[in-house]
């Protein structure tokens, strides 16, 4: 088997939920993804309140959600690569600007203290993220039920063009339409804050 069906056997099995599969994809990915992070985290003051292992396993726990419901088309390791790239400085980029917020602003006191546990976002806390099961079945439960039929199918395998075929309209638009109802659920439940 060559690499590209390889890799293309390990996408089909992630998009089927296979856990083992998921394994093998973070054992993989999960060093570079970490490097990315660490190399956008400049800011030493994020660097003391962020964790690059607390980032990347929510940029992971958005690429399994996502890909899972059908959103993400990998072709290729330098194509996940780069997904995951942008995944990752789009969370950097949004934990800054909320760690920088008026009433978080890290700017305003250089010394953390003894209150230095309270300026960690709780969102990042590994003990407090669900599991990926779990966490698709809250997805799936707040998707209406036009947006939850488009997951199943596309869980199932099947195409933009073809279900645009069936559903009316263009591939593009509906793949548009359900990327917002996978941002739209994912911010409600505090699950992602990236729109990648």
């Known amino acids: 088997m060559t690499p590209d069906n390889q890799f293309q056997q390990l996408m089909g099995r992630v998009r089927a939920r296979d856990e083992e599969a998921a394994a093998e994809l973070l054992r993989r990915y999960e060093s570079v993804v970490r490097r990315v992070i660490r190399i956008n985290l400049r800011d030493a003051r994020m660097r003391r309140l962020l964790d690059s292992m607390d980032v ?10 996502r890909t899972a419901l059908g959103e993400y088309e990998v072709e290729s390791p330098e194509q996940l690569l780069n997904l995951l790239a942008s995944i990752a400085r789009h969370k ?27 300026a960690l976002d709780p969102a990042s806390d590994p003990s407090e993220q669900v599991s ?53 659920v994912m911010c409600e439940l505090g699950l992602d804050d990236t729109k990648s």
């Open 56 to 65: 990347c396993q929510s940029v992971m726990a958005t690429f399994f959600a």
């Open 92 to 118: 950097l980029i949004n934990q800054a600007a909320r760690l920088k917020a008026r009433r978080r602003d890290i700017r305003r006191d250089d010394s953390l203290g003894d209150d230095h546990d309270r």
């Open 132 to 184: 990926a099961k779990e966490m698709l079945e809250k997805i799936q439960a707040r998707l209406d039920p036009d947006e939850r039929y488009l997951a199943e199918q596309r869980a199932l395998g099947r195409g933009w063009r073809e279900l645009a075929g069936e559903l009316g309209g263009t591939d593009v638009a509906l793949r548009k339409k359900f990327t917002r109802a996978l941002d739209r």
